[in-house]
């Protein structure tokens, strides 16, 4: 089985993981001082947050120069070290790219607002408006996704924020660059990418007005109806379908046998298009289904149903409990450490990817800076909304608040920084901070290091199938992985009544926290806590 359907995943925010420098911004040879911790807790693949040359006026999703460093993060023999040190730990690389759009500050950009004859002219989307929009399509962001420019009289498309100007796939020439970035970072060896809002890589040709919708707020795992708009013509496209072929083909001569893994949202039928109907597409997608996770056994059980029904082998489902534009899991559980410990050992033993965001597996909490204060630029889109108002509405609107410093020690700047951080680290006690933790049998950092340990060492659960199975009249689940002649059996209680069963055969316990016991066959489950075991079947 291919190693991308069987890796775990890891995400690092770099201006928020560690600083090398002072400076109070994390930084790649900052990254590089932790690898060994990394490798340490067991993670197999590191997701990146772009750290390319980039205003930062979206904190890197920004791009002015696809195949440069931005010197806040370090240089190109950092970056190549970087890669090097992480393939020396026997880990992967992922790189995020952001092809749907570029920075305004990108010079492609400057040369294409420079001048209707201007040869880049058609790297972006420009079109006519006389005295009004092109048409009605809204960005991602809820305003309108046209920009008029003065100089030219005519206004340039942006499904993001306006400084983000959407590159027009309809152009070969964009294309090709887009494909010479990719061969760039691929000839360096890096082992992925992880595409940026691919959902929107495509617009329709036609430029019809979007039909309406009762629909206001968009949520992770839908944008396709938002702002009272159903996205038709601008999200979702037939032809970025076809375009995930393309790219996937376009890597898949590469010997380290690369993958993607694509920021999409929408019904289980719009991802699998983006996957290929015969799996041929984008590797993986993320799914979002646990950003609005409900913590009861009959939810994770749907979960699990759904995807087994709807991604079977060969497809790969993936479970993400966060990232850097969603509120903390922790915060969603109220800071329930017991909690946070089923969720997780759902994310790695179910089939399919765990995606972990920095900071999750020390149950790193979210910050309450005010969306007036916030640095996002979405926050700064809507400063005046009270903080608790957009709590309460449940729309996140300032993302600083997810991407807080991470706590590797109780000094001053928790190991961070020696300098001032570039946003606060906040309060914390030396128990929240990794170091903390390590000493600490019963912390979450152990926990996830035996997840991400017991998973990359049991073939079972890393390529086994999955089936789950009934348990009436408690909040218990239980699925069932299995591979060849062997069963794990995961059962994980998220109730807080204590549960008891007598097992019919002879297990061998794989893993248990929270206070599961197994004796002479008895398996008792007190509340919040997880049992994994093992059996061969007899021949
Ligand atoms: C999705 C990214 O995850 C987000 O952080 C970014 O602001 C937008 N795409 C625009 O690139």
């Known amino acids: 089985m291919e190693w991308w359907k069987q890796t775990s995943i890891y995400q690092i925010y770099p201006w928020s993981f560690q600083d090398s420098n002072g400076d109070g911004i994390g930084d790649l040879p900052g ?14 693949t590191i997701w990146f947050s772009p750290f390319y040359r980039s205003p930062g006026e979206d904190f890197g999703y920004d791009i002015s120069d696809y195949t440069a460093i931005d010197p806040r993060f370090g240089t190109m023999e950092d970056c190549d070290k970087l890669i090097r040190e992480i393939h020396k730990r026997k ?89 010479g970035v990719l061969d760039f970072w691929l000839k360096k060896g890096v082992d992925g990418f992880r595409l940026d809002i691919f959902n929107s890589i495509y617009k329709d040709e036609s430029f019809k007005d979007n039909p309406f919708s009762l629909r206001f707020f968009p949520t992770p795992d839908n944008h396709d109806e938002a702002f009272f708009q159903k996205k038709t013509y601008n999200l979702n496209l037939p032809e970025s379908f076809l375009f995930a072929k393309e790219v996937r083909k376009h890597i898949s001569k590469y010997k380290q046998k690369p993958f993607l893994i694509g920021e999409v949202s929408g019904s ?16 993986l997608v993320f799914q979002f289904e646990l950003i609005h996770f409900d913590y009861h056994a009959q939810f994770f059980k749907e979960l699990l149903d759904k995807n087994e029904k709807e991604f079977p082998t060969p497809f790969t489902p993936t479970y993400v409990l966060g990232n850097h534009d969603q509120r903390r899991y922790i915060d969603r559980l109220g800071g329930d450490i017991r909690k946070a410990k089923v969720l997780s050992a759902f994310q790695f033993l179910a089939r399919g990817i765990p995606v972990v965001y920095y900071g999750d597996e020390i149950g790193r909490k979210e910050g309450r800076i005010s969306n007036f204060l ?44 020696t300098g001032k951080s570039w946003l606060p680290v ?79 055969v002879n297990f061998n316990l794989l893993f248990s926290f929270g206070g599961a016991d197994l004796r002479e066959g008895k398996l008792e489950l007190p509340g919040h806590s997880g049992m994994v075991t093992e059996f061969r079947l007899r021949k």
């Not at 039928?269 to 597409?281: H, M, P, Q, R, T």
């Open 31 to 44: 990254i590089i001082r932790r690898l060994d911790q990394i490798q340490d807790l067991g993670v197999e």
């Open 91 to 179: 880990m992967k690389v992922v790189l995020d790219m952001v092809m749907n759009h570029t920075s305004d500050k990108h010079p492609w950009f400057i040369e294409s607002k420079s001048s209707k004859d201007n040869p880049k002219r058609d790297f972006y989307i420009w079109k006519k408006g006389k005295n009004k929009k092109p048409n009605n399509w809204i960005s991602m962001v809820g305003t309108s996704g046209w920009n008029y420019d003065k100089s030219t009289d005519e206004f340039y498309y942006s499904n993001f924020l306006s400084f983000q100007p959407d590159l027009n796939y309809r152009n070969p020439k964009v294309k090709k660059a887009m494909f």
């Open 268 to 283: 289980g039928k719009v991802l699998k298009s983006f996957l290929g109907e015969k799996a041929d597409g984008l590797n």
């Open 374 to 417: 916030g640095k996002d630029p979405i926050a700064k889109m809507n400063r005046f909304v009270p903080l608790f108002l957009s709590n309460l509405l449940g729309i996140y609107i300032n993302r600083d608040n997810c991407r807080l410093p991470m706590l590797w020690d109780d000094g001053e700047g928790a190991g961070f920084t």
């Open 426 to 504: 906040g309060k914390f006690l030396a128990s929240d901070t990794v170091s903390g933790q390590k000493k600490e049998k019963n912390s979450l950092w152990n926990h996830y290091r035996s997840l991400f340990h017991l998973r990359k060492n049991s073939n079972v659960l890393r390529e086994g199938s999955l089936h789950t199975k009934q348990i009436s009249g408690s909040d218990v689940l239980c699925f069932e992985r299995k591979l060849g002649d062997k069963v794990v059996t995961v059962y994980l209680n998220f109730g807080d009544k204590s549960w008891k069963e007598l097992l019919p």
